[in-house]
């Protein structure tokens, strides 16, 4: 083990809360489950609070103040609400994690309305409902993170997902923005886009389509969700410290 490494403290995060959305599952169970190994104290939030319960209790198990909440996250006041109530429970809010996110795959001409009227809703207006219902108490605290999951298709574009590529392309300039607007009173605003995970969002997509996405990644496999728990565990902690308005990119290499 190098000096660097044995300098690191064991659980860097130990104080702080924070808040991940669409905790229920996939990368944001596994979001939780980590910033909560790190030794924050989680607020798990998905739909219904029922479903995040599983992923609060297994913080619960490596944590101290892990909690399940349930609100739809593109429901502007009620995020509103939400975000005080987090705040007044954990303590205040230190990180935030915007992963909440849903598609409607189609192509350009056969998509409706609805199918892109609710995936910006969700992932576009989702994102921003959070970023600006905590930014204020974060600010005032001048200090914290803003993690928002946005996706490598919202830089490279993709086939019959104009409707999540836009959400997701806007997610990326919602956090340069918000990076410009904010880090001056000491939060960093960051983004993730992830490339093909493994989850229940890609686990529909056919044996034969799979199998040429996997093709096309240079690591030759598809990821993992604690491979994007990572990325955000080291936003979250003192590396992400001086990195602000980013977007890193977890694909194996896909948009290479
Ligand atoms: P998933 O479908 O397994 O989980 C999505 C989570 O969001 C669930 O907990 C769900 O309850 C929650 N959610 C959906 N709509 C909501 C709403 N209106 N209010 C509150 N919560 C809501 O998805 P997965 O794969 O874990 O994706 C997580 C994030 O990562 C999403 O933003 C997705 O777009 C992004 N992503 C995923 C990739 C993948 O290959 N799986 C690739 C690139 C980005």
């Given at each position: 083990m190098s000096d660097t490494t044995q300098s690191q403290p064991a659980r860097p995060l130990e104080g702080k809360a924070a808040l991940v959305t669409g905790a229920s599952r996939g990368i944001g169970r596994a979001i939780a489950v980590h910033l909560a190994e790190l030794g924050a104290r989680v607020a798990c939030v998905a739909t219904r609070v029922e479903n995040a319960e599983p992923t609060a209790s297994a913080c619960a198990d490596l944590t101290d103040g892990a909690r399940a909440y349930g609100v739809d996250v593109a429901d502007h006041g009620a995020v509103a609400d939400l975000v005080k109530q987090v705040g007044g429970d954990?303590?205040?809010?230190?990180?935030?994690?915007?992963?909440?996110?849903?598609t409607r795959d189609q192509l350009l001409m056969r998509m409706s309305e609805d199918d892109f009227d609710s995936v910006i809703n969700v992932n576009l207006k989702g994102t921003w409902n959070f970023v600006k219902a905590a930014a204020r108490p974060l600010m005032k605290a001048g200090s914290g993170r803003?993690?928002?999951?946005?996706?490598?298709?919202?830089?490279?574009?993709?086939?019959?997902?104009?409707?999540?590529?836009?959400?997701?392309?806007?997610?990326?300039?919602?956090?340069?923005?918000?990076?410009?607007?904010?880090?001056?009173?000491?939060?960093?605003?960051?983004?993730?886009?992830?490339?093909?995970?493994?989850?229940?969002?890609?686990?529909?997509?056919?044996?034969?389509?799979?199998?040429k996405l996997v093709s096309a990644i240079p690591l030759s496999r598809m990821g993992a969700s604690e491979e994007i728990a990572a990325a955000v565990g080291f936003l979250a902690g003192p590396g992400g410290a001086y990195i602000t308005g980013q977007t890193l990119i977890v694909d194996g290499g896909l948009s290479l």
């Open positions: 954990l303590g205040g809010i230190d990180i935030l994690v915007n992963n909440a996110g849903i803003i993690i928002n999951i946005a996706s490598v298709v919202g830089v490279t574009g993709n086939a019959g997902q104009a409707n999540y590529a836009a959400s997701k392309a806007g997610v990326i300039g919602l956090t340069r923005s918000a990076a410009k607007e904010l880090s001056g009173r000491g939060v960093a605003v960051n983004a993730i886009a992830p490339g093909f995970i493994e989850t229940d969002m890609t686990s529909e997509i056919p044996e034969n389509e799979r199998a």
